[in-house]
């Protein structure tokens, strides 16, 4: 096994195993359900930059002649980026360390969590249709066949710049790496103005300086950071167990039921 071939297995078993977590708040507990989504991010960056090459190739072929199976996994990857994407700005927005620094400079808050709650939903699915489809190279890769990518195995398209395997320096690296962070944000920002058209806020309450007692409460600010949350691991356990069980569900449907493999 190479080590480029090494790295990106590593890459993927870790981000699978983010994921499982990160959906299972009991288990974690809020504060470090919070740590580890900042971790995920750099892991998912550090991934795509990595597949880049790969990622461009599955591009370029997409109007192959009977290239549906590599349509479907470039359609298929763009919107599991894009998702998770809105996934993890919306998730470091909300979190305690997000609100204490940047407030609702990035938007309202309110509308990042709705974001954060409703995107995880279809992120399970989506990552489920993922390792169905590239569980054949990954069972490679575990039995140390030197597997190669599909769309990179049989050479660039024709016509296609990329003509060597000349690794890309840093400087690349690092363009790379703002491309994609450009584009993640761009999604991020769609999700908010999308969830923003679709959701009804009340309007926030104005500060009265006449008001006392109990009542006078109501009227104050609610804080912005998110409500703690303890670890319970007897439902964490379960929530572990069900979004395990979800994303087996999805691999095995997108792999049995609708063929869906490279």
Request: aromatic share 10%; hydrophobic share 50%; glycine share 6%.
């Amino acid at each position: 096994m190479s080590n480029r071939t090494a790295l990106v297995l590593c890459l993927d078993t870790a981000m699978l195993v983010l994921v499982c977590v990160l959906e299972c708040l009991s288990l974690t507990g809020l504060e470090l359900h919070e740590w580890l989504g900042f971790v995920f991010c750099p892991v998912v960056l550090v991934h795509v930059v990595v597949q880049w090459r790969w990622f461009i190739t599955q591009w370029q072929r997409i109007r192959s002649t009977g290239g549906y199976r590599v349509r479907i996994n470039a359609l298929l990857n763009a919107v599991l980026f894009l998702l998770m994407s809105a996934v993890l700005f919306s998730g470091v927005f909300v979190s305690h360390q997000g609100t204490a620094l940047f407030g609702e400079a990035f938007g309202r808050i309110r509308i990042w969590h709705d974001i954060h709650g409703w995107a995880n939903f279809s992120l399970i699915a989506l990552v489920g249709l993922h390792v169905a489809l590239n569980w054949d190279w990954m069972l490679a890769a575990f039995r140390r066949r030197r597997p190669e990518r599909p769309a990179l195995a049989e050479g660039p398209p024709p016509g296609s710049a990329i003509s060597s395997h000349r690794p890309p320096g840093l400087v690349q690296y690092l363009g790379r790496g703002l491309v994609v962070l450009l584009i993640a944000a761009s999604a991020a920002a769609a999700a908010y103005f999308t969830m923003a058209a679709l959701t009804e806020l009340p309007p926030e309450p104005e500060p009265s300086h006449n008001e006392r007692g109990p009542m006078a409460s109501a009227t104050e600010p609610q804080p912005l950071a998110p409500r703690p949350r303890s670890v319970y691991l007897p439902h964490g356990f379960e929530q572990l167990m069900v979004t395990t069980a979800s994303i087996a569900l999805a691999a095995l449907t997108g792999r049995y039921l609708f063929r869906i493999r490279l």
